[in-house]
């Protein structure tokens, strides 16, 4: 028959907090945690279990050794003249009775190692719920500072699965959710496929944060154009604005700081190779790519591209512009159920009215 050595309390004790020393460790690793914030949970534990047994911890201290895991807790009394808080106070009497062997004096503090006995496993409990709750805490911390760094660029995830109308996108540690108005009209994804996404916002959440994505943001084409024109990339060519209706068109207005670099070619590419890249990204959605001018006029009847416009006449200070294109140029300039007017007013920030030259009657 195998003998069966019971165990006291005090070794229990010990192995009870090697334990909790060697998982501390592997937290450590793990989670990139430092051990002394761990440490600190444990002695706090300790402390709320000590409050239990002993209706106080103000004057308790705890001792861990960070390398076996063995702690001392102390209790630590203020010598007074008169005694007010029994809890932590002694007179001079009292505390020349209770520890004999020392020289006290009127205002020193003393300290009597507590006994722990009873309370070392319900202390370990403690401290393991409190870790958990201080990793978690600590978790989500780490991946809102790892995304909301993230807010406003473009980054690649792994299609999920569909919650109803919503996309479930993995971004490595944390999940987003392309939601139905922020699809692409006609976009249908598959599990495991990979999708480029514009983060909006990163929300601080109670649960952990919660990462806002899209694929009809303005935003979203403006960092394709950064990832494929190193002229964008490096602020020679600059895109002044942008207005976009997700999956049909996008127009989009460029600059040269640079009077030797074409923005337009820069941007369209040898034989399209860069635009095109973009449309691909974008599944077809057409790009018209304008040249930027200071000057209103100007600006506007590139932004009717690809009509031609045979003058503009703009109001300021009302933002209005009326427009004479050719005759046969009236059905472009407006666009199929108004796109490219609806795009151009956007792009310029000025009401367009558009007229045909028969129509204008000499307006311009």
């Known amino acids: 028959m195998k003998k069966v050595v019971k165990k006291s309390a005090e070794e229990i004790k010990k192995e009870d907090f090697k334990e909790l020393i060697t998982a501390l460790d592997l937290i450590e690793r793990e989670r990139d945690i430092d051990k002394s914030v761990l440490l600190k949970i444990v002695e706090d534990s300790l402390l709320q279990a000590c409050k239990e047994q002993f ?33 932590t106070e002694l007179t001079l009497e009292e505390a020349k009775a209770k520890f004999p062997l020392r020289e006290i004096q009127l205002g020193d503090t003393v300290s009597e190692e507590v006994a722990t006995k009873g309370f070392g496993r319900i202390a370990a409990g403690q401290a393991k719920q ?121 127009k989009m207005a460029v600059y040269s700081n640079d009077p030797k670099v074409d923005p337009v070619g820069a941007c369209v590419g040898v034989n399209g190779s860069r635009v095109n890249a973009v449309v691909e990204e974008l599944n077809g959605e057409k790009i018209d790519i304008i040249n930027w001018s200071d000057d209103p006029q100007t600006l506007i009847a590139n932004a009717l591209s690809p009509a031609e416009v045979i003058g503009v006449e703009v109001n300021e200070e009302e933002r209005i512009a009326n427009v004479v294109v050719p005759d046969d140029m009236l059905t472009l300039a407006i666009g199929s159920k108004g796109q490219n007017a609806r795009l151009a007013a956007r792009l310029t920030g000025y009401k367009i009215d558009i007229k045909s030259e028969s129509q204008a009657n000499g307006l311009i």
Do not use: C, W
């Open 55 to 87: 209706g106080n911890s103000e004057n308790i201290r705890v001792h861990i050794d960070p390398e076996t895991g063995e702690y001392d807790v102390f209790r630590d009394f203020k010598v007074t003249e008169e005694v007010f808080d029994s809890a």
């Open 130 to 250: 409190m870790i958990v709750q201080k990793l978690r805490e600590r978790e989500r911390e780490v991946l809102f500072n790892q995304y909301s760094g993230k807010e406003k660029e473009v980054v690649t995830g792994i299609v999920q699965k569909y919650s109803k109308k919503n996309v479930i996108i993995s971004l490595g540690k944390i999940d987003a959710s392309l939601i139905d108005t922020e699809q692409i009209p006609g976009e249908v994804f598959r599990t495991g496929d990979r999708v480029k996404v514009y983060v909006v916002e990163v929300k601080n959440m109670t649960k952990g944060p919660r990462v806002i994505v899209s694929r009809t943001h303005p935003e979203l084409v403006k960092r394709f154009f950064e990832n494929e024109v190193a002229e964008v990339a490096d602020g020679t060519v600059e895109i002044k604005a942008l207005s976009r209706e997700a999956g049909k068109r996008t």
